[in-house]
């Protein structure tokens, strides 16, 4: 029976785009239904454009529904896909209201107070969708790309009964950068990953059984190489295993890399200040990208996959062909010296039968040392998100190690009061 794939947050262009024409290139889902959700109308329809003209053009043999109501199409699906956000502008909001405290977030999904603001806002969406889904499709997989990730999952899996998968792309695309710095292609390296989101650490890389990691410590003595990524080419040099995230993402959650005196040693500044004005204009170059696709004469084609691991899982389970990937869900010992039932980034192995975490064993000192300060920080934040605690909330932020290190118990008390009352604001004028 052909499986039917819901999309919800389908406006966000690229990873949508990616994804169709990923879907579009699988033989194994000839005939099956592709619904496109998302409550901005001006770019569900354009998306919608987009699919369907992917679909004339490729050849694909997929049905294209699309609806600002996900519970029209959730009824019957097999996987649920959600890419979304919420209040887009309120992020970049709490990140100029957390500058004006000393608190420079360059990304600020996940972590420190603009990633746990952000957090309280798509976290209770995700769980109201898996409680349609609990009604609508309840043997559905969730498959999560929204942000803060950890966060996210497990407030669904704590809310909800629903199979949770959380993906992100940061393992593979570190394993692309190794690849790169040492001339090999990233299809013949063998690796294992484990942290929690965002805060990954690539356990081994190996080729053809031969460690990796010494070659690449040789390369970084290039200063040309170091430059690329010197934050974490630094982490790595320090505590022996490199981060699977940008530099930019890493200094969140180690902010000794965030004092101004050291932002210009690591490039930082530039790269912050060049990202948030990227994130100001991208909600205003979608209608004019995606526009100017449609309207090109060349065709659309499905031509090669992405790196994205969500049709991976898709096809491991519809073919009973199983692959190993790296994924977010709950720790069952997979990592054996962190908490169970936190969501961790490990392997783990999908197929006919579901999704098998992978037992990878202790963290070592120093990334477990890290690491385990942001699990029990995000655990607080979900509390505080499923509950409205505003003390948890305080709580999680004190634990918080970028504000902890900048700021006094009392300014982080202001800081809160400030942020939510932004959010409060933003509530009574989307009423």
């Excluded at 299809?187 to 460690?211: C, I, M, P, Q």
């Excluded at 170059?285 to 065709?299: C, F, H, M, N």
């Excluded at 409205?388 to 004190?398: K, N, P, T």
């Amino acid at each position: 029976m052909c499986p039917k794939i819901v999309l919800i947050g389908a406006g966000s262009a690229v990873f949508s785009q990616r994804l169709l024409m990923d879907l579009a290139s699988m033989p194994c889902l000839a005939g099956s239904t592709v619904a496109l959700v998302d409550i901005d109308r001006g770019r569900l329809g354009l998306i919608t454009r987009w699919a369907r003209r992917l679909v004339r053009d490729s050849g694909a043999d997929l049905r294209i529904l699309s609806t600002a109501d996900r519970r029209r199409v959730l009824e019957g699906a097999d996987y649920v896909i959600s890419s979304i956000d919420v209040a887009f502008r309120s992020r970049l909001r709490d990140l100029e209201v957390c500058a004006k405290y000393g608190i420079v977030q360059g990304v600020g999904d996940t972590v420190g107070p603009a990633g746990m603001f952000k957090g309280f806002r798509v976290a209770p969406v995700l769980v109201e969708i898996a409680r349609d889904m609990e009604r609508l499709c309840p043997d559905a997989w969730f498959l999560n790309h929204s942000n803060p990730m950890a966060i996210c999952c497990r407030c669904v899996n704590l809310a909800t009964g629903i199979r949770t998968l959380g993906l992100c792309h940061g393992v593979e695309g570190t394993v692309r950068l190794i690849a790169r710095t040492i001339g090999l292609e990233p299809e013949d390296l063998d690796y294992v990953a484990a942290g929690v989101n965002h805060l990954t650490w690539l356990l081994s890389v190996t080729h053809k059984g031969r460690d990796v990691y010494p070659e690449l410590r040789r390369r970084l003595e290039d200063p040309e190489v170091f430059a690329q990524q010197p934050l974490r080419f630094e982490l790595l040099q320090t505590f022996g295993y490199l981060p699977t995230e940008s530099d930019m993402h890493d200094a969140e959650y180690m902010p000794y890399f965030l004092h101004p005196d050291r932002w210009e040693r690591y490039g930082l500044r530039a790269r912050i200040m060049n990202h948030l004005e990227r994130l100001r204009s991208r909600p205003d170059d979608y209608a004019e990208r995606v526009t100017g696709q449609l309207a090109s004469k060349e065709p659309l084609k499905a031509l090669r996959r992405s790196h994205e691991r969500t049709v991976r899982i898709i096809e491991a389970m519809e073919t009973g062909v199983s692959q190993v990937i790296h994924a977010n869900l709950p720790n069952r010992g997979y990592i054996s010296n962190l908490p169970n039932d936190m969501v961790v980034e490990v392997p783990a192995l999908v197929g006919p039968h579901g999704v098998r975490g992978i037992h990878v064993g202790d963290l070592p000192p120093g990334p477990l040392a890290l690491t385990s300060a942001i699990v029990h920080h995000q655990e607080m934040a979900v509390q505080a998100t499923l509950t409205g605690d505003r003390q948890m909330a305080l709580h999680a932020l004190l634990t918080d190690p970028l504000t902890a290190s900048i700021l006094s118990i009392e300014q982080a008390k202001q800081l809160l009061a400030e942020l939510y009352a932004a959010a409060e604001a933003d509530k009574q004028a989307s009423n």
